[in-house]
């Protein structure tokens, strides 16, 4: 596996269930058996795009989990220091959001970052508040929610309600907590759209389940099945529309079992997955007697799939993936690269491209 490619977005939906489900899904069979060592990037790569971020020298960037775009904006979300960064489209320093605290506006703890129409939402799952604030990082509003309503993941819907997604089971009642439904801006639940009853391993990630779409559709992935959803953010409809099968066994096949850890037999599970407009492209952690990681692509267009190992960077200006992240532009992978790991694994390139611990580099793979 790339030294730098972690995962792209990840996801989680629960696959039995329900709720207003309808079914158009294909099945894609993947096979471990036949795994090639590389496979060129230009071959599902149409165009590679760079914005160099900077912040001011008395700044700097800690662990980035989120990369989002709106409008003119570019926001980085800073899990380890807890705040948001806002740029312009061409790299240039705003403002910062957000703060840890005590105070007005001010959160214990940061679970993620998500945008709505003009606001920008931190939530303190552990406190069970949601944070609005402006662009320019005035405090908004403060949401409250019952303890009762743990979500894995969260986003804001066009009409200001928000889609919850609970993938982490109760210790207690591992049945509950775990599907899909709406949250309005008063922290009521007002509408469950697929609840999940059956027990199998939780697949913790850092990464958002939600994938972004077109035509007013997102995307909900779930590793251990290998099932994945559409969502229609204008009539709520909820689609299965693609089921990934493995020669390794799911791990959603375990049933009964709550975590990975208790798993003794070869298990795999889809960690990653990006489903652009005409490939299928995603990433396998294999549990096998010789465990690796494995990239998938299949061509919705030729309707074959690849199998490999790792990517050759046959593309002028590449030489590694990146550390992939959250972000809200389909059709795209967006990975970044920062001082430290640049300066380990690429001493070369961090002279070159005169890194330092203010900078950042975010790249936009977009898939053909």
Excluded at 38 to 66: A, C, K, Q, T, W
Excluded at 279 to 303: C, D, G, N, R
Excluded at 316 to 322: A, C, I, N, R, T
């Amino acid at each position: 596996m790339n030294k730098y490619f972690y995962v792209v977005i990840v996801f989680c939906l629960l696959a039995c269930s329900s709720g207003d489900k309808t079914t158009d899904a294909f099945t894609v069979h993947v096979d471990f058996s036949n795994c090639d060592e590389s496979y060129p990037l230009s071959s599902f790569i149409d165009s590679v795009h760079s914005i160099r971020l900077e912040l001011p020298d008395s700044l700097f960037f800690g662990e980035v989990s989120d990369v989002l775009f709106a409008d003119t904006n570019i926001y980085v979300t800073d899990s380890k220091q807890a705040v948001v960064y806002r740029f312009n489209s061409t790299g240039e320093f705003l403002n910062k959001i957000g703060s840890r605290g005590g105070g007005p506006g001010e959160y214990t703890s940061m679970n993620s970052c998500f945008l709505g129409k003009d606001v920008v939402f931190i939530d303190d799952l552990s406190a069970r508040q949601i944070y609005s604030y402006t662009p320019d990082g005035d405090f908004i509003d403060r949401i409250s929610f019952p303890f009762s309503f743990v979500y894995t993941d969260i986003m804001c819907l066009p009409d200001g309600d928000f889609l919850c997604h609970g993938l982490s089971p109760d210790s207690e009642e591992p049945e509950k907590n775990r599907g899909l439904w709406i949250m309005n801006s008063k922290g009521e639940k007002i509408k469950t759209i697929l609840s999940i009853t059956d027990v199998y391993p939780y697949i913790s990630s850092p990464f958002s389940s939600f994938l972004p779409g077109e035509d007013g559709l997102i995307y909900i992935c779930e590793p251990p099945t290998g099932m994945t959803y559409s969502f229609n953010l204008n009539n709520h409809e909820l689609k299965e529309v693609l089921r990934q099968r493995s020669d390794v066994k799911m791990i959603s096949e375990f049933k009964g079992m709550t975590n990975d850890f208790s798993v003794k037999e070869d298990h795999t599970y889809c960690y990653t997955l990006v489903n652009s407009d005409h490939y299928i492209f995603s990433l396998w952690p294999l549990h096998t007697e010789a465990p690796m990681w494995a990239y998938t692509l299949y061509s919705k267009v030729t309707q074959k799939m690849e199998v490999f190992k790792d990517t050759s960077f046959d593309i002028p200006g590449v030489f590694s993936l990146g550390r992939s992240v959250i972000s809200n532009i389909p059709n795209t992978l967006v990975s970044y690269f920062f001082d430290e790991t640049i300066r380990e694994y690429f001493p070369e390139e961090h002279e070159k491209l005169k890194m330092k611990e203010n900078i950042l580099i975010v790249k936009k793979f977009v898939f053909k």
